[in-house]
């Protein structure tokens, strides 16, 4: 190996965090932002379908689970969403209140890197990084009574700083939109939900009017998981389900398949 790309390697990694420190004090120092008191029609878009953020791109691991006979009628489906509400209740409610409590720069750099190292797959690492992107893209361009959103993204678009992963930008969206951290999380949790329930309608898994009354049958076990993973540090993230995550890993791998992941 040349001796050159490992010194310029080394000087790099070390040079990141000055960078880092470089992109916050300019973000910072130029807005002097206040959180706005949004109407709540306004708040209200980031659980509308509509919104393009790419999540129904994503099964969640639902395709994979359906090809590996895991999920093969609506029972199983049942048990796979409360599965994937729990999973995402105690592995990314705590970035989502985290950040919908500090939505400032250095706390989502830090939280956006410890979560690429949490996540241990790496088709949900891709998709939560794309389904990011695509939302902190739309915020800054629909909530333009927030600058500080396209701000920060434009600087740290340019340094290279982060990685843009989904449930730390939505709770940075969300604190500063002005939902409060209990419905932040609970608005997370709804949006994982719809979009799983909504992924099995498109793989013949259940009719429209079944995943309709489904999600709303689910929506007890969704308040229960909700209040058993609310408000939980970054520290006490965790993995309740790995067999559901080893099965998202495996998507990649599938001969035919309708969704990224």
């Not at 708040?43 to 509308?48: E, G, S």
Request: glycine share 6%; charged share 15%; proline share 4%.
């Amino acid at each position: 190996m040349d001796s050159s790309f490992g010194i310029f390697s080394f000087c790099a990694f070390f040079d990141l965090p000055l960078k880092m420190e470089g992109v916050e004090e300019k973000i910072e120092d130029t807005l002097q932002f206040a959180p706005n008191e949004l109407l709540q029609w306004s708040q209200w878009q980031l659980l509308d379908s509509v919104l393009p953020t790419g999540g129904f791109a994503h099964s969640f691991g639902l395709e994979a689970a359906i090809q590996a006979r895991l999920v093969s009628g609506p029972e199983d489906l049942r048990t796979f969403v409360i599965h994937i509400l729990e999973n995402t209740g105690s592995l990314l409610l705590p970035f989502v209140y985290t950040l919908n409590t500090s939505p400032n720069v250095e706390t989502w750099y830090k939280l956006d890197k410890i979560l690429d190292a949490t996540l241990t797959n790496e088709v949900g690492r891709k998709a939560s990084i794309s389904q990011g992107s695509a939302l902190l893209r739309v915020a800054a361009a629909v909530f333009q009574e927030v600058p500080y959103l396209k701000t920060m993204r434009e600087m740290s678009l340019t340094s290279g700083a982060v990685l843009f992963h989904h449930a730390p930008i939505f709770g940075l969206v969300c604190g500063l939109l002005g939902l409060n951290a209990e419905t932040s999380q609970k608005a997370y949790l709804c949006i994982t939900m719809r979009d799983v329930v909504s992924a099995a309608t498109r793989l013949n898994l259940v009719g429209p009017l079944g995943a309709a009354v489904l999600q709303h049958q689910l929506a007890v076990s969704a308040e229960e998981l909700s209040k058993k993973w609310m408000n939980r540090p970054v520290e006490e993230a965790c993995q309740t389900s790995p067999l559901l995550d080893t099965i998202q890993g495996c998507h990649g791998y599938l001969f035919s398949r309708l969704f990224c992941s």
